[in-house]
């Protein structure tokens, strides 16, 4: 128990952190906190439950996109200042690290394992981040077309209520 407490605690204030540096509007910054620590959740829980490194990524990026989309509408404010300090948590630093530290030493079999590591996180929390957007769009597309069928439709009733009104 303890341990999701420290967990949530850590990407938290790692995110808020990192929201500082990059300037992200004060009244941003917990929402901010609160997107990567969902992140971080959703993508420890995946580790602990699968083990697939890819699918805990996909999954997180899918949360943190939700997320993002609401509050960026419910703040007014761009995706751009909640979405990237929202995956520092996903960023695989340690594996980008190791990459370049054993193609230095001439390690390029181990080196190469760990670019192929940065490749599928990195493809997981984009492909992450397309799913979102592109279901978004779909939602909202469905929603304009609906909205046009209504209006069409409310038009030819008045349209209709009209020519009963001017015939004799």
Sequence with gaps: MFTIIEQFALSFFGTVAFSTIINVPKRALIYC????????????FFMSWFGDLIVANFMAAIVIGIIYIYLSRK????VII???????????GNAAYLFIR??????YQLSVSYLMDVFKVSGAIVFGFMFVNLAEQQIRRQRQER????????????KAQKTKITKP
């Design 75 to 78: 703040l007014r404010l761009p």
């Design 147 to 158: 909205a046009r069928r209504r209006l069409k439709k409310k038009a030819a009733k008045e």
């Design 33 to 44: 906190g609160l997107t990567g620590a969902s992140g971080w959740m959703t993508y420890y």
């Design 102 to 107: 054993y193609a230095v030493q001439g390690n």
């Design 82 to 92: 909640l979405n990237t300090p929202a995956i520092l948590p996903l960023v695989p």
